[in-house]
């Protein structure tokens, strides 16, 4: 009985996990319209017109 309990709880956390990449690309659709319209003007391209040394590119230390 526990074996066929954990099969049918690994099944559902499979078709969980691999029918859930869909909403993923939609919240990348989402986050580059935030991005567009809130953050574009000082990091176009990935540069930081307010602090030139921390860009998106690089990893800033504080």
Do not use: E, R, W
Request: proline residues 2%; charged residues 15%.
């Amino acid at each position: 009985m526990k074996k066929i309990i954990s099969v049918l709880l690994l099944g559902v956390v499979i078709c969980t996990f691999t029918f859930n990449s869909p909403a993923l690309a939609a919240d990348a659709a989402s986050g580059a319209k935030v991005f567009n319209a809130n953050c574009a003007s000082c990091h176009t391209g990935g540069k930081n017109l307010v602090q030139a040394n921390k860009t998106l590119k690089k990893l800033s230390c504080y």
